[in-house]
């Protein structure tokens, strides 16, 4: 009866979540960057080159109009409500005609052709509602399936621990920054997803009681995550993976940490970084410097930058002092971070080590490319450790206040929280 009670409380979540994020479908914004995932989905759903630009052109048009139409609903000078322009998306369209939405560099569409995991996993819903919708839509689905898997974590972590416990990291991955960013019709929720189900894997390979079945499928999970990423984006496996691998050889180095679980996470991880040095030799995967050349020459539309890496550093000077200044201002994501790091010290050294490969992951994102406007999506996988985190701290001081409160109950409140 429990664990149907436990089910319950995790999927009512996510029903909950997912319809209440198909009411503001529509307010969902929409970019460049979705527009070229719309224009892979309908390559992927089989669709010629011509046919795909013009769906994914006419897709972004109506977006265009629509989203124009919202806001001038509210400007406080339009005497009465505006009607929708058909005109405007029509005029769009025939401009694009049957050509990529600029910028078309052929360095800089590749970027996404090398990551056909979002746009892969879209096909269906986008071959049945459309690009736009079927995009916000399996943003919302895989942000969702993220919380679940948080959810998971948090009941293996702390198997006698009771449901809200799980419950309040499954909200938090809704109601936080993770939930915001991964709904829009992005590949944020893809990565998510793929973020959480290795969490989920670590931690059922070292967190008690440990057998033969829980490696296995942990390993396994921790496989498919990394190729998910990979696929997804591949440059926030890499991090993840080195982080992981090294915690791991930490904690094998440790005697009082040392477990199968902690084998079976190194070496899935070690794999995973050969498996992606293997992938970026034969397809030669965009590099750091392509990456910056994008950054520095808008898309490849201006002169390419001779000194990228030094623009770069003079660009991160400047921009984390101003992000620090912000911060200390609204402090929430430092203070999330400490106590998250309070209640990561109960969980396996491999799940600690994992969740900080998901924070350097983040801040790597965004030394790579420090633009205020796209620092807080980037830096979307440091809340990770948060959605852990935060519950088991939470759990540890509830652990504290009742073993003070009844000192002879200490066994019981270790293990019920």
């Known amino acids: 009866m429990r664990r149907v009670s436990r089910t319950n409380a995790t999927a009512l979540l996510f029903l909950l979540f997912v319809l209440v994020q198909a009411l503001g479908l529509s307010a969902s914004s929409w970019s460049n960057d979705s527009y070229r995932y719309d224009l892979l989905a309908h390559r ?3 669709q010629s080159v011509l046919a795909a630009t013009r769906a994914a052109n006419a897709d972004h048009c109506a977006e265009w109009a629509r989203q124009d139409l919202r806001g001038r609903l509210l400007l406080p000078s339009a005497g009465s409500f505006p009607a929708p322009a058909p005109a405007d998306a029509a005029a769009c369209r025939a401009r694009l005609g049957a050509t990529v939405l600029p910028p078309n560099d052929p360095r800089y569409t590749r970027i996404f052709s090398t990551r056909p995991g979002y746009p892969l996993l879209a096909v269906p819903l986008v071959s049945l509602l459309g690009g736009p919708t ?12 993220a919380g679940v898997l948080v959810f998971a974590t948090l009941r293996v972590l702390l198997p006698a621990a009771r449901v809200l416990v799980a419950a309040f990291g499954q909200v938090l991955c809704y109601l936080g920054p993770t939930g915001a960013y991964g709904v829009r019709p992005l590949s944020e929720g893809a990565a998510l997803l793929g973020l959480t189900a290795g969490l989920l894997a670590v931690a059922l390979c070292c ?3 440990r ?8 390993g396994t ?3 498919g995550a990394y190729l998910g990423l990979g696929l997804v984006r591949y440059a926030e496996a890499l991090p993840v993976a080195l982080v992981t691998a090294l915690g791991a050889g930490l904690c094998l180095a440790w005697r009082r940490s040392r477990s199968g679980g902690a084998v079976v996470v190194g070496a899935v991880s070690a794999l995973a970084l050969v498996a992606l040095g293997a992938a970026d030799a034969v397809w030669h995967l965009p590099s750091l410097t392509l990456s910056l050349q994008d950054l520095f020459s808008q898309h ?3 002169p390419l930058a001779p000194d990228p890496r030094a623009r770069l550093a003079v660009l991160n000077g400047r921009f984390w002092w101003q992000w620090l200044q912000g911060e200390a201002l609204t402090p929430v994501l430092p203070v999330a971070l400490v106590l998250a790091a309070l209640g990561l010290r109960r969980a396996p050294g491999p799940v600690a080590a994992f969740a900080a490969g998901c924070a350097v992951t983040g801040v790597a994102a965004v030394a790579a490319h420090p633009l205020a406007y796209e620092a807080d999506r980037l830096l979307l996988p440091v809340w ?10 939470l759990a540890s001081v ?3 206040r009742r073993v003070n409160e009844h000192p002879s109950s200490r066994l019981l409140a270790s293990t019920r929280l």
Do not use: E, S
């Open 134 to 145: 079927g995009l916000r839509l399996t943003a919302v689905l895989l942000t969702g399936l």
């Open 384 to 393: 990770l450790p948060v959605l852990v985190g935060l519950p088991l701290w």
């Open 221 to 223: 999970l921790l496989a």
């Open 300 to 302: 490849f539309t201006q």
């Open 398 to 400: 509830n652990i504290a």
């Open 44 to 46: 992927y759903a089989g």
């Open 211 to 218: 057998t033969r079945g829980r490696l296995w499928a942990g």
């Open 207 to 209: 967190a008690r009681p």
